[in-house]
């Protein structure tokens, strides 16, 4: 897929975060989710401004402090939740494994 991300300072974004396989895993493991979001914010500056949880996939609406870092903030989401839970990826798919950002990260 051939896509470019737009970064406007100061502005939302909206995503949605979609389950491996569509596995309906959020609503029963929400505590998990939950701390996946409070250690991606332990790590980037950002505010939720809205989030809906379904079983297979989340839509959130973030205010990032700097716009650059929201694919990175989504990123560390889904590596503690995918590290966390077993989704049935032998490892993660995120690229985050040499990020200083996460060096102790669990």
């Keep these: 897929m051939n896509y470019r991300r737009i ?14 396989n569509r596995k309906n895993i959020f ?15 332990k790590i980037f500056n950002f505010k939720i401004v809205a989030i809906c949880v379904l079983p297979n996939h989340i839509h959130v609406i973030l205010n990032p402090e700097n716009i650059k870092e929201y694919p990175e903030i989504i990123t560390s989401i889904k590596y503690y939740f995918s590290k966390n839970y077993n989704v049935g990826v032998e490892t993660p798919t995120y690229g985050y494994s040499n990020n200083k950002k996460l060096v102790g990260y669990t």
Excluded: D
């Design 27 to 41: 609503t029963t493991n929400i505590e998990l989710l939950r701390q996946a979001f409070k250690n991606a914010k």
């Design 7 to 20: 970064f406007i300072s100061n502005s939302y974004v909206h995503l949605i975060i979609v389950a491996y």
